[in-house]
Nanobody, 121 residues
Framework: QVQLVESGGGLVQPGGSLRLSCAAS????????MGWYRQTPGKERELVAT???????NYADFVKGRFTISMDNSKNTVYLQMNSLKFEDTAVYYC???????????????WGQGTQVTVSL
């Protein structure tokens, strides 16, 4: 079992910044990729950004140029630097991890509990 602990969410004004972090622990031989997803009431969870162990990144169109994802492999931690935040960015942000648990297993897909990001005056 992989545990994902998120932090950094909170209340911020439009145009402001927040930095989310997610630390992975548990049965992890290797992290293949980690990412951030978000969800608002009445909507399906959607991809925000992902990053592989080699540093390849992928961003949703609505955050390109504003958000930056990074990963510290030594700490099993992924970060999401969010700048120029908009009202529409308000959501629960979930950490995701694609990990290899053991030498005899392929991958585990894990989710964090979510952290609330609210952009408001």
């Amino acid at each position: 079992q992989v545990q994902l602990v998120e932090s950094g969410g909170g209340l911020v004004q439009p145009g402001g910044s927040l930095r989310l972090s997610c630390a992975a622990s548990g049965r992890i031989l290797r992290i293949n990729a980690m990412g951030w997803y978000r969800q608002t009431p009445g909507k399906e969870r959607e991809l925000v950004a992902t990053i592989t162990d080699t540093g390849s990144t992928n961003y949703a169109d609505f955050v390109k140029g504003r958000f930056t994802i990074s990963m510290d492999n030594s700490k099993n931690t992924v970060y999401l630097q969010m700048n120029s935040l908009k009202f529409e960015d308000t959501a629960v942000y979930y950490c995701n991890a694609n990990t290899r648990p053991t030498y005899f297993s392929s991958v585990d897909i894990s989710w964090g509990q979510g952290t609330q990001v609210t952009v408001s005056l």
